[in-house]
């Protein structure tokens, strides 16, 4: 479960690298998915990515896997 603290852009979570709740940075970004040009615009899928301040771990999940 993650937590809010007091830091800018952060949350508690736990890290699997670490095997602890750690500060991590939290985004979202948007990725396409296909290769060819023409399909491009209509592969476009949301991530959530997050990295551990305490040792640059990084993770990302797809977040409509419908």
Not at 19 to 42: C, G, M
Not at 46 to 58: D, F, H, I
Request: glycine share 4%.
């Amino acid at each position: 479960m993650a937590t809010t603290d007091n830091s800018f852009n952060g949350l508690t979570e736990y890290c699997d690298e670490c095997e602890l709740d750690t500060l991590h940075e939290v985004s979202v970004q948007i990725r396409t998915e296909s290769l060819k040009k023409e399909n491009a615009q209509f592969s476009r899928e949301p991530y959530r990515v997050t990295e551990c301040q305490r040792c640059g771990r990084r993770n990302s999940q797809r977040m409509n896997n419908a």
